[in-house]
């Protein structure tokens, strides 16, 4: 059975810090791209870091610079370093892990930047 689990998320004052994490299992860890999405109050589910099977990481413009997504393989669990925070950061982030066909999900975790 395939889990994805993030934690981390909560209040945090605009310039402030969170990590987030996304622990997984079910899955072969090192075969899957690995990403960030997020969804703002209202508006629609938006990626915000991608990390490809082979390391190589992307990034939304409206987080380069302040975020950075990074994984621990030997506990099959991805990461986002979230920086600067300011309130339009304020979401549900989902993390997801996918190898094509199979896309998976988590629940996700809710970050809310405000003074």
């Known amino acids: 059975q395939v889990q994805l689990v993030e934690s981390g998320g909560g209040l945090v004052q605009p310039g402030g810090s969170l990590r987030l994490s996304c622990a997984t299992s079910?899955?072969?860890?090192?075969?899957?791209?690995l990403a960030w999405y997020r969804q703002p109050p209202g508006e629609q589910r938006e990626l915000v870091a991608i990390?490809?099977?082979?390391?190589?990481?992307n990034y939304a413009d409206s987080v380069k610079g302040r975020f950075t997504i990074y994984r621990d393989s030997a506990k099959n669990t991805v990461y986002l370093q979230m920086n600067s925070l300011k309130p339009e950061d304020t979401a549900v982030y989902y993390c997801?892990?996918?190898?094509?066909?199979?896309?998976?999900w988590g629940e996700g975790t809710l970050v809310t930047v405000s003074s």
């Open positions: 997801k892990a996918q190898w094509t066909p199979y896309v998976y």
């Open positions: 079910g899955i072969i860890f090192g075969l899957y791209n």
């Open positions: 990390m490809t099977s082979g390391g190589t990481t």
